[in-house]
């Protein structure tokens, strides 16, 4: 049966989105499929515990190039968040990273880190073996400002014995990795340290920032809980000066995040950037807040902001009634302007078992998450949602791959010269068919021109209504003219690792494809960000009165509430205009601003 949510023909109260079709929802929190689905609570562990061309978009619009540079039969490239998986060189060179085996079974004893490399002008061929010696995986792709290159993943090797991995190679692009298995062990936790995520910065780009997590159970007895410094599952940073020689930093759980705050995290439920000296990384999860990490001295100390709170602190197995929380699948911006950006997936949970460890959480739950440091102790907004395909006010779904995470995430972001932001995002599209009557999910993109308080209408990167499209990396530096990212695709989908996995029966044994794409913006996205530049809301917060100025004539203006209720409705006809909004109570509005059939849509603080 097909299950639908009607869409109220309102606009939800987000702050500063343009949207091609109205929002879902008055709320912006919303159920396609109110039944709730029980999973353990740490959701990722059985990942590791059981090792026994060129398209073009819509006239005026976007367009994209795009080649096959690999392929996996391991489809699992993460359980939440995206690790930094690509890296577009300043000098046009790219390379990436993907976790690749070319097993047919459900063990991949070759899993590795598959990489590739493009030199300003075409791709090495697609790999065939891994670059270690061992079996690993979640790999993050780094190029130090010495020219060298590193990558970081997870050793699993040994059953009970996992470490970070640490490979190098003096140049960029070529030559032998040299590979170190013991420099980032964590002897401290019992089975060691996996699932790791890592930035570069400091001076002259030579310090590595890298957080990951203890394993959180017994790999033998996935239900027997294991502990790092109190918690099942601790975020440790490490850090090296050095490009990696040495870490004077290794495995440090911040007193902002350990056991007498969060009980613990679950795999790659966190995420990590670095600017020169300001580093930051974010927390989150199902039952935990979406917190913030901030250093402005490159590591040394740290301050802590909570983003989107969870109401239950120490959450171990209580009680909870169905609320509104995090997926785990989060994303940390740096800006030049050192302001840290944060995005995640929208979640909705409940709990009516305190006795059995575990939690449902509700799959059909969607929406994207933004909020930044600018927007202070207000909350986070809704940056996109799931597309309306058939434009007929209602999403219509029938199934879908099981990923645990909303069904608009796995945010990605990057940062141009401009200081312009790029997002990314997969998302289910409505009306699409794997050919088994599932819904397929697609890469979606978006951007900023001032600092998070508008985007562009989220726009289909590649368009398929066949293919799954999930894993979406972004360069975190962009060329704004060739907007760099990889992603994998699939004909099946889900991806298919677990046991218990639904999915396993359709994608066990079959390769899926890592396709990297070049994005350019065409003149329509470029339009639209000119004329959304060209007006200013000053003051913005205000207490009252509030002008408008615009490049072109304004038609008419509309501000509308966080219920999508039009409060106010001008015709200024004019390209400077004042309003009095002295009546509105404190909170965030959107205001709507109507040139010709030309739309967008600015937030408004009312202090």
């Known amino acids: 049966m097909k299950k639908s949510l009607l869409l109220a023909a309102t606009f939800a109260c987000i702050a500063g989105v343009a949207f091609s079709q109205n929002p879902l929802s008055g709320n912006s929190r919303h159920l396609l499929n109110a039944k709730a689905v029980k999973i353990n609570r740490f959701k990722s562990v059985l990942a590791e515990a059981s090792l026994s061309n060129l398209e073009n978009r819509t006239p005026g619009s976007t367009k994209s190039t795009s080649a096959t540079v690999g392929t996996s039969t391991y489809q699992l490239q993460s359980n939440s968040s995206i690790e930094n998986r690509i890296v577009h060189n300043s000098d ?19 899993r590795g880190t598959g990489y590739i490399y493009n030199d300003g002008s075409s791709w090495s ?9 061992v079996r690993t995986g979640w790999p993050t792709v ?22 970070i991995y640490f490979s190098k190679r003096p140049v960029k692009g070529t030559g032998t990795w040299t590979e170190n298995a013991t420099i980032l062990a964590n002897p401290g936790a019992p089975y060691g340290n996996l699932w790791p995520r ?28 294991a502990f790092f410094m109190g918690q099942q599952g601790a975020i440790t940073y490490s850090r090296s000066t050095n490009g990696g020689t040495s870490w004077d930093i290794l495995h440090n759980v911040n007193a902002l995040h350990d056991s007498t705050q969060y009980y613990g995290f679950d795999a790659d439920a966190y995420a990590i950037d670095a600017r020169g000296n300001t580093v930051a990384y974010v927390g989150g999860g199902f039952t935990n807040d979406v917190f913030l990490m901030k250093s402005t001295n490159n590591g040394t100390s740290w301050t802590k902001t909570i983003v989107n709170d969870f109401p239950l602190d120490l959450f171990v197995d209580q009680i909870i009634d169905t609320t509104s929380t995090n ?11 050192d302001l840290v950006h944060v995005f995640f997936g929208n979640m909705n949970i409940l709990n009516d078992d305190s006795t059995d460890n575990q939690i449902s959480y509700f799959p059909g739950t969607s929406g994207l998450m933004y909020w930044n440091e600018s927007m202070g102790a207000n909350n986070p907004v809704l940056v996109a949602d799931l597309e309306d395909v058939d434009a007929d006010l209602v999403i219509t779904l029938t199934t879908f791959g099981t990923y645990q995470n909303s069904l608009s995430s796995f945010p990605s972001a990057g940062l141009d010269g ?33 600092g998070g308080a508008s985007w562009i209408p989220p726009v289909r990167v590649i368009s398929d209504d066949f293919t799954e499209q999930v894993y979406c990396s ?91 209720s039009v409060l106010y409705s001008f015709n200024p006809e004019s390209q400077q205009y004042t309003m009095n909004l002295e009546t509105l109570a404190s909170g965030i509005y959107l205001i709507n601003l109507y040139m010709g059939n030309q739309k967008v849509v600015k937030r408004f603080v009312k202090m």
């Open 125 to 133: 061929a697609a790999p065939t073996t891994r670059i270690e010696a």
């Open 92 to 110: 046009g060179t790219i390379g990436a990273v993907f976790t690749f085996s070319d097993d047919a079974g459900s063990t991949w004893p070759d």
């Open 327 to 337: 997926d785990g699948c989060l994303e940390v911006l740096v800006d030049s302007n």
């Open 418 to 450: 401009t200081n312009g932001l790029h997002l990314t995002y997969s998302a289910i599209v409505e009306n699409s068919d794997d050919g088994a009557g599932n819904n397929v999910r697609n890469v979606y993109y978006t951007k900023s021109i001032d």
């Open 142 to 163: 780094l190029t130090l400002g010495d020219n060298s290159e590193v990558v970081i993943s997870h050793n699993t090797a040994t059953t009970n014995d996992y470490d």
């Open 198 to 225: 890592a930035a570069v910065g400091g001076a002259n780009n030579m310090s590595i920032h890298m957080i990951s997590i203890s394993f959180p159970t017994d790999p033998l007895v996935t239900t027997t809980p």
């Open 474 to 564: 972004i360069s975190k530096d962009v060329d704004p003219t060739c907007i760099s990212m990889i992603y994998q695709s699939d004909i099946a989908v889900g991806h298919g690792v677990g046991a218990t996995n639904p999915d396993a029966g359709s994608n066990i044994g079959n390769a899926a494809d890592m396709i990297y794409v070049c994005y350019e913006l065409f003149s329509g996205v470029n339009e639209y960000l000119n004329l959304s530049e060209g007006i200013s809301i000053y003051p913005n917060p205000s207490h009252g009165n509030v002008n408008i100025q615009s490049v072109q004539i304004v038609n008419k203006v509309e501000v509308i509430n966080c219920t999508g």
